[in-house]
C-alpha cells in the first residue's frame, strides 16, 4: 500500500470547516483512499473512502486531485466533537487479494475543534 | 446491530505471563483484524483471520498469535509478556464482500499493561 503525509497537527474553530490534507504521491491506479479518524480512548471509525472521483456523505466530503496524488477531507462545520486524530490510508481492494483487512495507518493529523 | 466487542476491556499482566484477548465481530461479518497501538509506533497490524484462516500477518514476533472459530469469534495470545507489549489491543471487522466499503468497523480496545 501507497504511504501516506499528513501534517501532524491542525486546529480549527467550532462551525467552520476543517480542511485535512493528505499527500500520496505514489498511489497506483488500483489503491482507493481511506479516511478514518480515532476519538480519544476508542477505536478508530470509518469517515470516507474514494478512489477518483469527489466524494460525499453525512460526515464529510472528500475531494482528491486529478493526478491522485494528494486529496483533502473536508468536515463542512466542525464542532467540538470532530476534536480526533484523523488517519488518510491508501488501500489496494483488489478482489481475492490478501489486504482486505489491513489498514496501514500513519501517524495522522491531531485535528483540534476550538469553541 | 451491535457494534464490535472486546473482552477484557483491561487487563495487568506480569512479564513472563501469557494472554488471550477475545473479539466477538459484528454479527455476519466474517473477517476479524486484530491492531496494537502504543504512543511510540502508533496503529500496527498484527493480523486477520478470515474463515478460520489468518489471510494475513503483520511484522511481530510469534510470540503473538491468534485463531477464529466458526462463529467468526477470534482471539489473540500472547505469550511471554514484555514490558513493550503494554498497548491498546484493538480488533475490527469486516463484511467481505465484492464491491462495498469493505469498512472496518473497530471494537474499544483492550487495554494491557505489562508490570
Known amino acids: 500500500d501507497a504511504k501516506t503525509t499528513q501534517p501532524p497537527s491542525m486546529d480549527c474553530a467550532e462551525g467552520r470547516a476543517a480542511n485535512l490534507p493528505c499527500n500520496h504521491s505514489t498511489i497506483s491506479g488500483n489503491e482507493y483512499v481511506y479516511w478514518y479518524r480515532q476519538i480519544h480512548s476508542q477505536g478508530p471509525q470509518y469517515i470516507i473512502h474514494g478512489l477518483k472521483n469527489n466524494e460525499t456523505n453525512e460526515m464529510a466530503s472528500l475531494i482528491i486531485t486529478e493526478d491522485r496524488k494528494s486529496s483533502t477531507l473536508i468536515l463542512p462545520h466542525a464542532t467540538l466533537r470532530d476534536t480526533a486524530v484523523y488517519y488518510c490510508?491508501?488501500?489496494?481492494?483488489?478482489?481475492?487479494?490478501?489486504?482486505?483487512?489491513?489498514?496501514?495507518f500513519g501517524q495522522g493529523t491531531i485535528l483540534t475543534v476550538h469553541p | 446491530k451491535a457494534g464490535v466487542t472486546q473482552t477484557p476491556r483491561y487487563l495487568i499482566k506480569t512479564r513472563g505471563q501469557q494472554v488471550t484477548l477475545s473479539c466477538s465481530p459484528i454479527s455476519g461479518h466474517r473477517s476479524v483484524s486484530w491492531y496494537q497501538q502504543t504512543p511510540g509506533q502508533g496503529l500496527q497490524f498484527l493480523f486477520e483471520?478470515?474463515?478460520?484462516?489468518?489471510?494475513n500477518k503483520g511484522n511481530f514476533p510469534g510470540r503473538f498469535s491468534g485463531r477464529q472459530f466458526s462463529n467468526s469469534r477470534s482471539e489473540m495470545n500472547v505469550s511471554t509478556l514484555e514490558l513493550g507489549d503494554s498497548a491498546l489491543y484493538l480488533c475490527?471487522?469486516?463484511?467481505?464482500?465484492?464491491?462495498?466499503?469493505?469498512?472496518?468497523?473497530f471494537g474499544p480496545g483492550t487495554r494491557l499493561t505489562v508490570l
Open positions: 475490527a471487522s469486516s463484511s467481505v464482500t465484492g464491491g462495498g466499503k469493505h469498512e472496518q468497523f
Open positions: 483471520y478470515f474463515s478460520e484462516t489468518q489471510r
Open positions: 490510508i491508501v488501500r489496494n481492494l483488489n478482489a481475492g487479494g490478501t489486504s482486505y483487512g489491513k489498514l496501514t
